[in-house]
């Protein structure tokens, strides 16, 4: 009974059992004319490679150096990363630890999520893809043995030194980076001296020297792997204030060609407590490695902050270790904005360190500075080691 009440009920109110049943629309008609053929479905995007989308990153945050191709020697000898006898020699997991790690004291930044950098390891990996894309792939290198380190010594002066060795006129990657004799092995290292890296500064010295004599060279450069202190500050928040002492009267700053400001005229402003907004244009992993006072990480690839700067007429000023490239970057972008004061700090962090001015060092103090073959004199334009 309550069955049968209900359904009586339900037959009298909107969406009852009688709505429930009202028969069903008609179909509308076709709108495709007869012996048409149905149009064909859209092909989904063909999957991206790995080399691809590496092409896409190393844009981004290699090319700025290492030039669009790769080849090299745009900014600060940043070496070729593809010339034929570098790619036969470098294993993947070489190129990985060069990007990822870096090679701190150069411009070269760390570029790995682990140290601070934009890459994770799947995007280090593309990125190795795409510069393996570009050459040959790795080949098995011959064992060599081990040298004398004191007979080396003379055998680097007389043949290596010239590009190689002394800060400020060093035209070639430096070898004497912890990070780079870590991952180079000795086979590595042979393969560079007796075959060169054709199409670049790099000679081939096979005929020209000894393999005992590589060999020695080889044992010498080992003498500067000992590892530095893992220390670094804590990553950029984004949140750091954008104004160096906010209350301080302007700078008075002149500039050499309409575009650099002396360290000198920086750190004097910087010392009266002068109105300044300073911008480390370096990737965020270099600024976790040390920094000045007060610099806001603006890395060349992410100016995203550049709208926080006040437009007011406060100098700007950009820095990287380049000395010019990356902050050089920032720099114009500003212009482009049409801030009225801007510059590059001229001679960079490096000269900037070397001359006890301020900074903000990790906890456990700056990794020490590793001495290079004939020492370090003055600021140093050289790149990494390949």
Not at 11 to 28: D, H, V, Y
Not at 163 to 180: M, N, T, V
Not at 232 to 241: F, I, Q, R, V
């Amino acid at each position: 009974m309550l069955g049968s009440c209900d359904a009586g009920k339900s037959a009298n109110r909107p969406g009852g059992a009688a709505a429930q049943l009202s028969p069903s629309p008609a179909p509308r008609p076709s709108t495709i004319s007869p012996g048409a053929s149905t149009p064909a479905p859209v092909p989904a995007p063909a999957p991206v490679s790995a080399a691809e989308a590496g092409a896409v990153l190393y844009a981004k945050y290699c090319a700025l150096c290492h030039g669009p191709e790769a080849k090299g020697y745009i900014a600060d000898n940043a070496p070729s990363l593809v010339s034929d006898t570098f790619l036969r020699s470098a294993t993947d997991q070489f190129l990985a630890s060069g990007i990822a790690r870096g090679r701190p004291g150069t411009p070269m930044a760390p570029y790995g999520a682990a140290y601070g950098g934009p890459l994770n390891d799947v995007q280090v990996q593309q990125v190795v893809a795409f510069l393996r894309s570009k050459g040959p792939a790795a080949e098995p290198l011959l064992a060599v043995a081990t040298g004398n380190a004191a007979a080396g010594k003379p055998v680097f002066a007389q043949h290596c030194q010239k590009c190689h060795g002394d800060g400020p006129k060093r035209s070639s990657p430096r070898l004497d980076l912890p990070e780079f004799l870590q991952a180079a092995t000795n086979s590595f290292l042979d393969y560079a001296i007796r075959k060169g890296r054709p199409g670049t500064p790099m000679e081939p010295f096979e005929g020209k020297l000894k393999q005992q004599q590589i060999d020695d060279v080889i044992a010498y450069l080992r003498t500067f792997e000992s590892p530095r202190p893992a220390s670094a500050l804590e990553a950029p928040t984004g949140k750091e204030p954008m104004v160096i002492n906010p209350k301080g009267k302007p700078a008075q700053l002149k500039l050499r060609d309409g575009r650099f400001a002396s360290a000198a005229d920086v750190a004097a402003a910087f010392k009266a407590k002068r109105r300044l907004v300073i911008l480390d244009a370096r990737a965020a992993s270099d600024w976790m490695l040390g920094h000045i006072p007060g610099a806001v990480s603006m890395p060349y690839y992410d100016m995203r902050r550049l709208e926080e700067v006040p437009k007011d007429g406060t100098w700007v000023l950009a820095y990287c270790a380049c000395p010019h490239h990356a902050s050089g970057e920032v720099v114009d972008e500003l212009r482009r904005r049409g801030y009225p004061n801007t510059a590059v700090i001229d001679e960079g962090i490096t000269f900037w360190r070397q001359q006890g001015y301020p900074m903000v060092d990790p906890p456990g103090g700056y990794r020490p500075e590793v001495k290079a073959p004939a020492g370090h004199d003055g600021h140093d334009h050289s790149s990494h080691g390949h």
